[in-house]
T-cell receptor
Framework: AQSVTQLDSHVSVSEGTPVLLRCNYS??????LFWYVQHPNKGLQLLLK??????LVKGINGFEAEFKKSETSFHLTKPSAHMSDAAEYFC????????????FGKGTMLLVSP | NAGVTQTPKFQVLKTGQSMTLQCAQD?????MYWYRQDPGMGLRLIYY???????DKGEVPNGYNVSRLNKREFSLRLESAAPSQTSVYFC?????????????????FGQGTRLTVV
């Protein structure tokens, strides 16, 4: 069975400073990994996904994530935060092992101050 | 360019009432899902349908039933609502032949239904 741990429930940054949202996963197989973003009172939007093609994955809005198998991590980063990045972020894992589905982390709320 | 459409967006129910949440997708996806989102819990899978005509239980199926009406539509029914079912419900779909997320597939989500049971 797969699982996801988002290490911080809240992260606060100032506008223009780097963002780091941490995610560790557990999976029996080579996983597919995703980051989704949810803005207040909105649905979920895919930021980026890892499917073994490349360990450094670039997503929308300047976000990227690096898959590190040895550390079982898939941390999300952005060099410079913008006010519009304030949202909740979910790390998600899927095992390609038959009738599997997405397993969500509990979410990290990103707060961006001026 | 509708994607995944859920109705209603908001609903208040009294304990014991029943209701059906509707979901439709226009992307010709095989797989559809119902999740609930509660504070600090992330999203938890209620039921999913890997293909038209099949449904399977997810992590938290108790108190719910589903119907995959056709390839486009997947409804979630609460037969006798309870306060513990107060939540935000999300429908999703993906181009996945067997319910698994193969390479280059992703889930597309609706805007959610905010349900309150009093």
């Amino acid at each position: 069975a797969q699982s996801v741990t988002q290490l911080d429930s809240h992260v606060s940054v100032s506008e223009g400073t780097p963002v780091l949202l941490r995610c560790n996963y557990s999976s029996s197989y080579s996983p597919s990994l995703f980051w989704y973003v949810q803005h207040p009172n909105k649905g979920l939007q895919l930021l980026l996904k890892y499917t073994s093609a490349a360990t450094l994955v670039k997503g929308i809005n300047g976000f990227e994530a690096e898959f590190k198998k040895s550390e079982t991590s898939f941390h999300l980063t952005k060099p410079s935060a913008h006010m519009s990045d304030a949202a909740e972020y979910f790390c998600v894992v899927s095992d390609p092992s038959g009738y599997s589905t997405l397993t969500f982390g509990k979410g990290t709320m990103l707060l961006v101050s001026p | 360019n509708a994607g995944v459409t859920q109705t209603p967006k908001f609903q208040v129910l009294k304990t014991g009432q029943s209701m059906t949440l509707q979901c439709a997708q226009d992307m010709n996806h095989n797989s559809m899902y119902w999740y609930r989102q509660d504070p600090g819990m992330g999203l938890r899978l209620i039921y999913y349908s890997a293909s038209e005509g099949t449904t399977d239980k997810g992590e938290v199926p108790n108190g719910y039933n589903v119907s995959r009406l056709n390839k486009r539509e997947f409804s979630l029914r609460l037969e006798s609502a309870a306060p513990s079912q107060t939540s935000v419900y999300f429908c999703a779909s993906s181009e996945s032949r067997d319910g698994s997320f193969e390479m280059n597939t992703e889930a597309f989500f609706g805007q959610g239904t905010r349900l309150t049971v009093v």
